[in-house]
């Protein structure tokens, strides 16, 4: 049985046409064609063909004989574009994608891609960072002072585990994690992050804290936002967009939550979630990173937000524990010595 998620691309421009069928591929879906109407072959509106046409034609007077014939002919669904896409660097371009995703989500469901936990490997990571002096005199609260967000879908899981790993004990910093993945899987994957590292891994539920040194999981069935003490509830709402968790809402609410003390790291993954809230968080004074496209099993997320030109800082896992251990140390070494502490 053939999968779903094979896609055609009908454009009377090129420029179009390329900027939804890479669209269209970030997402994982299959792009099988992308032509303009003249030459479309009347094969691929055969049965079994396709399972969706994305259509997008700048004069439709021009194209009404193709259209009222493709109508007719075509076995597969038509979804038509509300708009030509905005240039990628344009910041309007997130949204214009999300709603397109959104809307092939709902004609053929979301992509068949799976995340395998199992073969995450059990190595120690090449880079293990000693514990700073200034965060030995760090002492346990109620209500964290730093909560970083880590967004993360396709080869995700692999990348935050490496990254956890090179931490040290004692992290003056909670950790959200925003990670697309199946709720079946949630469990798994708290073993499989908080295996042989320092950080405690756990499921962000309603009425759970958020505390430095642990990872709190946003759950898949309902979105969170985060109160002031720390505390984690329940919005009574599912997650806005096609992919759960949100990972664009968790960067919003922890911003809400926690202002100028929060950061934001995009690591592998597919599509474009987080680049509509990361750059309203770097424009607050909240550093946003991203894991380096070379480094990515799929780096369509982290370019995504890279793109908007918010990033601040692009490395490999490694490099990013150490660029964040090397931050928190600064911090926390001016705090002592402001006048006063």
């Given amino acids: 049985m053939t999968a779903p998620g094979r896609v055609g691309v009908i454009a009377d421009s090129t420029l179009q046409g390329h900027l939804l069928s890479s669209a269209v591929k970030s997402q994982g879906y299959q792009v099988v064609v992308n032509t303009d109407p003249e030459a479309l072959e009347k094969r691929w509106l055969e049965e079994g063909a396709l399972d969706l046409w994305v259509v997008d034609l700048s004069s439709e007077d021009r194209w009404q004989a193709f259209l009222d014939n493709l109508l007719e ?22 949204k214009w994608e999300r709603r397109l995703v959104t809307k092939l989500v709902d004609y053929i469901g ?8 199992d073969v995450i490997p059990q190595r120690p990571p090449q880079v293990k960072i000693p514990t700073p002096r200034e965060f030995e005199t760090i002492r346990p609260g109620d209500r964290p002072e730093r909560v970083w967000v880590l967004g993360a879908s396709l080869g995700g899981p692999a990348a935050v585990k490496l990254f956890l790993d090179c931490l040290p004990a004692n992290l003056p910093v909670a950790f959200v994690l925003a990670q697309h993945i199946d709720d079946s899987f949630l469990d798994t994957l708290c073993g499989v992050l908080g295996r042989d590292n320092n950080i405690d891994c756990k499921i962000g539920v309603d009425g759970s804290a958020l505390r430095h040194g642990e990872l709190a999981i946003a759950p898949v069935e309902y979105a969170v936002k985060f109160r002031h003490d720390g505390r984690i509830q329940c919005t009574g709402q599912a997650w806005e967009g096609p992919y759960a968790p949100s990972i664009d809402q968790v960067i919003q609410h922890v911003g809400e939550g926690f202002g100028n003390a929060c950061g934001a790291i995009l690591f592998s993954g597919m599509g474009n979630d987080g680049a509509i809230a990361a750059p309203r968080l770097a424009a607050s004074g909240c550093p946003v990173w991203a894991q380096s496209a070379d480094t990515c099993a799929v780096s369509s997320q982290p370019d995504s937000t890279r793109e908007t030109g918010c990033v601040s800082y692009s490395g490999s896992p490694e490099q990013l524990a150490r660029q964040l251990v090397e931050r928190l140390r600064r911090e926390l070494k001016a705090e002592v010595q402001k006048p006063g502490a």
């Fill in 110 to 117: 979301k992509p068949a891609v799976e995340e395998r936990l």
């Fill in 73 to 94: 002919d075509a076995a597969a669904p038509i979804l038509f574009c509300d708009g030509q896409a905005p240039a990628r660097t344009d910041a309007r371009y997130p």
